[in-house]
């Protein structure tokens, strides 16, 4: 193969790879702009016992709310030993498998 063919060869895989790249980056984009919309709130969700709404339209500012107020704590987990427990005896009373073919 020539010199000037060897060249010809790389300068078409280099521009097709530039293509490739540039339609690829350029369907992301459009992606992002379909799929890219701005997220929102739906009114009255709770969020980890902390009640969310929306601002009020008086035009005044929502005041910040103050270190611990409206924060619920989830009640201690009592029942994990006996859930453990009735785990066990359903494993226990399962049964095995079969042996694998030799």
């Known amino acids: 193969m020539s010199p000037a063919a060897a060249l010809r ?3 078409i895989a ?3 790879r530039a293509l490739e790249l ?8 459009v992606i992002g702009l379909l799929c890219g919309g701005q997220a929102s709130a739906a009114d009255g969700v709770s969020v980890a016992g ?12 929502p005041e910040a ?3 611990g107020e409206g924060l619920s704590v989830p009640a201690p987990v009592t029942e994990a030993g006996h859930l453990a ?3 066990a005896e359903e494993l ?7 042996a694998a073919p030799a």
């Open 9 to 11: 060869v790389l300068r």
């Open 14 to 16: 280099a521009g097709r």
């Open 22 to 29: 540039v339609l690829l980056v350029g369907g992301l984009f």
């Open 50 to 61: 902390v009640h969310v709404g929306t601002a009020s339209t008086t035009g005044s500012k």
């Open 65 to 67: 709310p103050r270190r």
């Open 85 to 87: 427990g009735s785990v």
């Open 92 to 98: 226990a009373e399962a049964p095995s498998l079969p």
